[in-house]
């Protein structure tokens, strides 16, 4: 489990830097230094289109607490390595700079992961591979805001491991385009023991769909806008 979840993010990300070297830059902020994010092109829920875009104020910015994302969650990466996802790679490419193989290209790495489920009921977050699970019991360590290349903001909100399984991660940062406490519908989660370090991945962020969808209602959500 060691390698899988603390240690994959680092690997993804030395396999990728060349082709996604330029696709953000650091920058400074107020709250903490700003680093880029990938720009995710797919439907979010969120409070209004200037938020999802990334345009508002800090003043705007609450904290959040897990009871935003509990639930069981499961990661999409299987759906796109069988060919499910496949409606929503030609559907971004109707409108997108990519063809629908480059969206899938680009997504095999962004969402790939050996953590196939996630479950997050209070503090406790459990994640699930095929050889087996680690727990760990997760504070929130407040929020950091982000700069992407393009001149728009995100916010990544972070927790910090109190207790739990050795191999669990140190800290998980989610990502879904809220900036207040809001339920997500779905959400990216990056983690790893490097707090510092996850603030700077741009290339692999694993996303996780509530466990009760089937593909096809996956494919639904994706497409809907």
């Known amino acids: ?3 899988a979840l603390t240690k994959h993010i680092g690997a993804l990300a030395m396999g990728a830097v060349i082709l996604f070297a330029l696709q953000a830059q650091p920058q400074s902020s107020e709250k903490a230094d700003k680093a880029s994010s990938h720009s995710h092109s797919h439907s979010h829920k969120h409070t209004s289109d200037d938020i999802y875009k990334g345009l508002f104020k800090d003043s705007q910015i609450e904290n959040r607490t897990l009871a935003d994302w509990a639930g069981d969650w499961q990661s999409v990466f299987p759906y796109l390595q069988d060919g499910t996802l496949d409606p929503v790679m030609e559907h971004k490419a109707e409108s997108g700079t990519k063809t629908a193989q480059e969206y899938h ?23 699930t591979e095929k050889s087996g699970s680690v727990a760990g019991t997760y504070l929130s360590d407040g929020y950091e805001i982000l700069t992407y290349k393009s001149g728009n903001r995100g916010v990544r909100y972070i927790f910090k491991k109190a207790s739990g399984d050795e191999d669990a991660p ?13 339920a997500a519908d779905h959400y990216h989660l990056y983690w790893g023991d490097d707090r510092a370090a996850l603030l700077k991945e ?20 994706m497409t809907a806008h």
């Not at 940062?173 to 406490?181: G, L």
């Not at 692999?204 to 959500?221: C, D, F, M, R």
């Open 105 to 127: 290209d680009y997504y095999m790495i962004g969402y790939q992961t050996e953590v196939d489920r996630i479950v997050i009921k209070g503090d406790s977050v459990t994640f």
């Open 170 to 182: 140190g800290f998980i940062q989610f990502s879904d385009h809220a900036i207040a406490p809001v």
């Open 1 to 3: 489990m060691q390698t």
């Open 202 to 221: 741009v290339t692999n962020w694993p996303t996780y769909y509530p466990s009760a969808l089937s593909g096809k209602e996956i494919v639904s959500q």
